[in-house]
């Protein structure tokens, strides 16, 4: 057989299919544009013994036979699983300096050279089907992890918990305290919080299944699985987490709220606890703050444009009015709320804050939160503070409009607030606040800008490449930046990044300044659409043009400004 012959030629020729299936599978190729190979196996054409002879025979390369394969544990230090699901690859074995590999694609010369790249050796393929490989890493990856092994127990105990003040016990409470206190499940929620602290997440959900639960972590916003431990530990877990937290922990069929504070080598960390019932008993989120120290933020390093930093800059110094800054959950709101806290801060000025918790101490600040049991409320506290000669005020989430109406007439006579709304639209957030029932003329008159935020994730720049945008992008990069010959940016992953090609995040702006226009639009209570349109003719400068000057700027990518708006 001579040359180069097509997959499907070489099967029909080898007699394992006929020329009618090959006809078929070819046309359904056209329809969807999926493998040839692919193809023939989802309609039951063809085995995966065939496809994987065949293409050896095609490309002249080894194959291999994944069923009953396992790779050596020493193999995914060389090469570890971010890098095998984002190549779709698997390490066979390795000798001296050559490393073997897996692949559906052997003559893919970009991707064996990536590989050796990031690998540090010499990449010797052997060919398998797609198929094959993205079952094997589904069951190598995606089984229950080892929990015992996953965390690190022995250094569990470096770990430091703070609590809130908890309240009078009652005695039955006593045995479920006492089991709570196990321990194995000490040390297994330590372990979960340190982990989540060294890999810098903003979250741990635990999550109820039929037959287990599961930890995840949330890092640079996407989920990734921890840990499954075993059932039986799953009620201690969630009593120990509760008792940390002061949360009740006999109710289980209401959602309930709390925190406490963590201290990992000198650093403190706030931690927000909230669960809610499911089908399969209670989901339990805890939410990180910024690490402990407010203070250190500024707002030079949150991700301003030059123009957008000095315009808010300048609206924090007004006497008066309600600046709300609003964005989806885990946005960095309360971060920029506290850098603006820290640039404001003077002794010449009465600051306070009031929030439902408070989590974090700020020097020269006076703060304040309810006492639910004193019957202290948290709206009592809000119309409390009317009276209070204040001159910046900063208010925790707005949630409802008693809480949102004391906010505003707070900010009328003479104090400056900031507050929290949490909303994905930045106009959508007052047309919200509106359908609340909220007095139009209130928000007229208090109104002095809304800040929306959104996170993006930022490139790492230790292997950060450039490549020329499509026409149309360019173009509109070009009218943002002026500059004539626009370029974009990726990484491609590097140990530096854990290969991701991201390390942290950086915030994305829209800075609405209502004009007259605007406000009498919010005073007429118009609908979202005649609120966007009064916007628009202010030319504030959106999160897709914030999103494609920093993309220009080599600060994110264009897929990762896609993705989050």
């Known amino acids: 057989m001579k040359g180069k012959h097509k997959i499907g030629e070489l099967l029909v020729d080898l007699k394992i299919i006929e020329q009618k299936n090959l006809d078929a599978a070819l046309e359904e190729q056209k329809r969807t544009g999926e493998r040839l190979g692919s193809i023939l196996l989802r309609m039951n054409i063809i085995q995966e013994e065939d496809l994987e002879h065949i293409l050896s025979r095609q490309l002249h390369v080894p194959s291999i036979n994944l069923d009953n394969y396992t790779p050596a544990q020493d193999l995914f230090k060389i090469m570890p699983e971010k890098i095998i699901r984002k190549y779709t690859v698997l390490p066979v074995s390795v000798d001296r300096r050559t490393l073997t590999i897996a692949t559906a694609n052997p003559r893919d010369l970009t991707l064996l050279d990536d590989l050796s790249r990031v690998t540090g050796y010499k990449i ?40 809130p003040e908890k309240g009078v016990m009652e005695e039955d409470l006593e045995k479920v305290f006492k089991q709570a206190e196990e321990t194995v499940v000490v040390k297994l929620v330590n372990a979960i919080i340190m982990e989540a602290i060294d890999k810098e997440a903003t979250h741990i959900h635990i999550e109820p299944k039929e037959e287990a639960f599961e930890i995840y972590l949330r890092i640079n916003g996407r989920l990734k699985l921890l840990i499954k431990p075993p059932l039986n530990l799953q009620q201690n877990v969630l009593n120990r987490i509760k008792i940390l937290s002061s949360i009740d922990i006999i109710s289980k069929m209401v959602p309930l709220e709390g925190y406490f504070r963590a201290k990992l080598f000198g650093k403190l960390f706030d931690i927000d606890v909230a669960t809610i019932p499911s089908l399969h008993g209670e989901r339990m989120v805890l939410t990180f703050q910024q690490p402990f120290s407010k203070e250190e933020l500024k707002l030079e390093k949150l991700g301003f444009a030059p123009d957008t930093l000095g315009s808010f800059k300048e609206l924090l110094q007004n006497p008066r009015g309600l600046i709300l800054v609003t964005g989806q959950s885990d946005s960095g709101k309360s971060s920029t709320i506290y850098a603006a806290l820290n640039h404001l801060k003077n002794p010449d000025k009465a600051i306070f804050t009031y929030e439902r918790t408070i989590k974090n101490k700020l020097s020269g600040i006076n703060q304040g939160q309810p006492n639910e049991r004193a019957g202290y409320s948290y709206e009592k506290g809000l119309k409390a ?30 104090t400056l607030v900031l507050s929290r709304f949490l909303s994905n639209d930045t106009i959508g957030a007052l047309s919200m606040i509106l359908d609340m029932d909220v007095p139009p003329f ?20 230790e292997c950060i490449t450039d490549y020329d945008p499509p026409r149309e992008l360019a173009e509109e990069i070009q009218s943002l930046t002026g500059n004539t010959s626009p370029r974009l940016f990726r990484s491609r992953g590097c140990m530096a990044c854990g290969h991701s090609g991201y390390i942290n995040r950086i915030g994305l702006f829209e800075l609405i300044i209502p004009s007259t226009e605007f406000r009498d639009a919010i005073f007429a209570r118009a609908p979202l659409s005649g609120l966007k349109a009064a916007a628009a003719n202010i030319g504030y400068r959106t999160f897709r043009q914030d999103g494609l000057m920093k993309a220009a700027e080599g600060l994110t990518s264009f897929e990762e400004l896609a993705r989050v708006i």
């Open 442 to 461: 209130m928000l007229y008159s208090a109104l002095t800008a809304i800040l929306g935020q959104r996170l993006v994730r930022r490139l790492c720049q």
């Open 124 to 163: 010797a393929p052997v060919v398998t089907s797609i198929s094959a490989l993205n079952r094997k890493i589904q069951e190598i990856f995606d089984q229950a992890v080892q929990w015992q092994d996953a965390l690190k127990f022995d250094e569990s105990g470096y770990l430091e918990i703070i609590s």
């Open 385 to 414: 503070l009317t009276r209070q000669d204040m001159d910046i005020l900063m208010v925790g989430e707005m949630m409802t409009k008693e809480t949102i109406v004391s906010a505003l007439l707070t900010s009328m006579p003479k």
